[in-house]
């Protein structure tokens, strides 16, 4: 894959996601211009800026998204999430599989590569998704271009974007089963998202059936953007300790909120202007 190639993708589910279409207008969370609308109006400025900033939150969560999801890529797959963004595939050059027949045949198959606009952080607020796309677009996370054709790899199934519902993989039709590079097998957490009937009937090496944790070592606890990810964490904690209640960011707290994005996007700016210079 060179870089003049055009992105070649599995197909078309996560890519026609349109932001708008799944953010409440005011009206949704009962916003209007007459006196009992007061109340609602001043939570639907809080629910705007929790979208732009924190995000995420538990199933009580308030924000303007429409909908919420669980999502395989998370720790805690059961966890209700609330975030905008879209995943979909694209085609990273051919690879050859892992449990590839010794003759040779039927070895060659289409590697897979993940984009991911939803943040991956507890907080999945819009400004925290443009921070992480930043860090991922750090060329050394693409480096397994340059091994196409070359390169083992190991099946996996991704849960991609329904456009219709903003949701991840709430149907049959949305989670695909692919072949990714050994790093993306723990990036994608393969493993943890093995699909039943491939526990029944396995992928074989010399007649033993392989379990996925089996096909690649990979490193407890690991994440993308290491550091970026854990202050994310950070900021995320809301505990009781007298510590934490100097620096604490609640959630719906929209004051706290509007100070967070200031700071957000003013650091935005100066990255921005930097940039152009």
Known sequence: MSANDKAKYFDDEGLDYDYIKHIKVPADMGAGPKDVNLAANSKSIGNYINTIVLGGGGKDYTDATKNTYTDNLSDDVNKTRHALGNRYLISWGSCKKFNCDPSGNDC????AKLVNNIPEGDQKGLLFGIAENIFNMLPTKYLDAFNTGQENCYPCEISVTNNATGKLGDSKEYKKRVW???ADFCNYKCA?????DWKKNG????NKVIKPGDMVACKSGFQ?????LKANEILASNSDSEENKKIDLTVNDPFANAYTLGVGLLLLYLIYENLQK
């Open 192 to 196: 943890q998202n093995w699909p039943d």
């Open 203 to 206: 992928f074989k090496v010399k």
């Open 180 to 182: 990714v590079s050994g």
């Open 108 to 111: 060659s198959v289409d590697r």
């Open 224 to 228: 993308n953007m290491g550091s970026f």
